[in-house]
């Protein structure tokens, strides 16, 4: 193609866009923004609901909220916070700890260590987390002697199950190997989303497995543990209060304790949910910030 026929298509190509200017001119398009009724009559009765709840919960003298003003920052509900928050701490390392051990377990190509960690799963998240937890404080009733040693050698300790197994050891016990068994499952399905060739290249690379576990599969299998762990260890915090049936005082208990000389049970546990609420809100506001610190990891490790 010539230069000049190059120079009248492209003259044609302007003459034609000028002409269809002054059929279609732009400042004679009016764009018309899509509608959405739906979403504001949802709004409006989302917002009318949530009015009629707020004027039912503040002209309702049945709640208490004096009450609840005087009993928020008590010292008795302020150390059943307290002993909350150290139980779902221990019972959470105590479960992560022991979870690890139990999908490795479970992912090991040994028969009989596969069956014994599936075992433990399926025994523990068979039965209700309440009947194991009173199971361990009765305890003694079906050891009430405990010795830990070899007979005539040497012995660890012996004495008697009820000085062993107090309300704190049993709500240990019973809510961190029940969470283990759950955790076990979380960390065995985030190894098994790691790709069979890293194990592959760590043995490559003379890796025995308890190395390549610790530097290449897991450091991996993070990202997709952290937010489930996070829905555990949330949950675990609601979960104790559970240990209130063994007379132990955690913030249910102390609230119990309260109003069972008091006679005012809601505002007892409306100060209960309150200080529930704002422990959950920041876990939860933690849980985001690390996901988001290995979702970063992450995302560069890919690129």
Known sequence: MTDNQQYRDMRQRQLDDAAHEKVFPHDALVVIPTRYPGRWISVAVCMLLLILLIRSMVMNKNFGWSI???????????SGLWVTVWLTVVIMALAIVLSIFIATMRLSANPLLSRFSSGYIWFFRGTPVLVQLIFWY???ALYPEVY???PGVFTLYQGSMNDLITPYTAAILGLGLNEAAYMAEIIRAGMSSVDNGQQEAARALGMNKGLWLRRVILPQA??????PTGNQVIGMLKTTSLVSVIALSDLLYSAQSIYSR????IPLLI?????YLFATTILSWLQGRIEKIF???HHQTAT
């Open 262 to 265: 008091t006679f005012e049970n």
């Open 148 to 150: 830990v040693g070899i």
């Open 138 to 140: 009765n305890l003694a």
């Open 222 to 227: 993070i990202p997709f543990i952290i937010p």
């Open 271 to 275: 100060v209960a949910c309150i200080w």
């Open 295 to 297: 979702r970063k990891g």
């Open 68 to 78: 609840v003003g005087h009993y928020l920052f008590s010292p008795i509900i302020l």
